[in-house]
């Protein structure tokens, strides 16, 4: 057997262990589950995701920090918890505890840059939000959920990176050299990619459908077997964050669009070019929200 097919045949073992062994994979913190459950629930109140949140207190930190940053842009300062709550709205708080925690969970030796996969996970996050918005008279599609769609969009990627560092950093020199996109590097070499990977992960955190939805078909809208409007969207603000040259690496090659993808969104050249215009308007402020979840 050649070096190249044994080096395959390695790595595919290796996600094939990660794959059987899912009860080895990370489970989210027993109060963000909480937390989670809460923000779902439509019968609860800020006073109860506060009296969840305020037993962490790091966790409380980042909560009175986001609620007075510029990132939402709150004109009143903010000081307490349950005003944090109020002032943010639930789906909010579900973006930050889940970004936080995914932040801390995979905050250990990675063959990706850092710095490059949060910069590119918030700016698709903040893409995928000006889409929804975009969408407002067309489609009712919250733009929180949207945003925090964005950000857990990549989260295979960081399963891969930890878990085999060593090979997936050769997978992503390859489509480096190839010129490649990394999903089909990954396919090439693993047989699966990381959306398929990150299924594994939403499943075993029994997210959403709507993030689920996102997370497997943001590169493959057609795998999904039926039309998710979640999905077209991570999909097409994934490009933009592309387009604005956050990237893993300089010159990193895209998925191409989907045909069929602006035609579902019901938006023309002229609207994907104003989304753009405003977003690289705005993209400083990924760094606000960063500086909060890590």
């Not at 097919?5 to 262990?17: D, L, M, N, S, Y």
């Not at 970004?99 to 990706?112: M, P, Y």
């Not at 399963?159 to 190839?178: F, H, T, V, W």
Request: aromatic fraction near 6%; charge should be negative.
């Amino acid at each position: 057997m050649s070096q190249a097919k044994t080096g395959i045949a390695k790595a595919r073992e290796q996600v094939a262990k990660i794959i059987d062994d899912v009860d080895s994979l990370p489970s989210l913190p027993s109060i963000v589950m909480k937390l989670i459950e809460v923000v779902n629930a439509p019968d609860s109140s800020a006073e109860d995701a506060a009296a969840l949140i305020q037993q962490d207190p790091a966790l409380t930190s980042k909560m009175i920090r986001l609620a007075n940053s510029a990132f939402y842009g709150i004109p009143r300062s903010v000081s307490s918890v349950t005003s944090a709550v109020v002032a943010l709205g639930f789906n909010t708080i579900r973006t930050l505890v889940l970004g936080a925690s995914v932040a801390q969970i995979f905050d250990g030796k990675h063959s990706l840059d850092m710095d490059r996969f949060w910069k590119h996970s918030v700016v698709t996050a903040m893409a995928s939000k000006a889409i929804v918005r975009h969408l407002m008279g067309v489609r009712v599609m919250d733009p929180e959920t949207a945003f925090c769609a964005g950000i857990l969009h990549d989260i295979g990627k960081l399963i891969l990176s930890q878990y085999m560092p060593g090979d997936y950093g050769a997978i992503c020199n390859a489509a480096k050299e190839r010129g490649i996109p990394i999903v089909d590097a990954e396919n090439m070499v693993l047989g699966i990619n990381h959306a398929q990977i990150g299924k594994i992960l939403s499943d075993k955190w029994t997210l959403p459908p709507v993030l689920e939805y996102a997370i497997v078909g943001h590169h493959a809208l057609d795998s999904l077997g039926e039309t998710s409007h979640m999905a077209n969207v991570v999909h097409l603000a994934n490009i933009m964050a592309h387009d604005l040259g956050c990237n893993q690496w300089d010159g990193e090659a895209c998925v191409p669009e989907n045909p069929n993808c602006r035609t579902e969104l019901k938006i023309g050249d002229a609207d994907y070019e104003k989304i753009i215009y405003n977003l690289e308007i705005s993209m400083e402020k990924s760094h606000e929200f960063l500086a909060v979840i890590r």
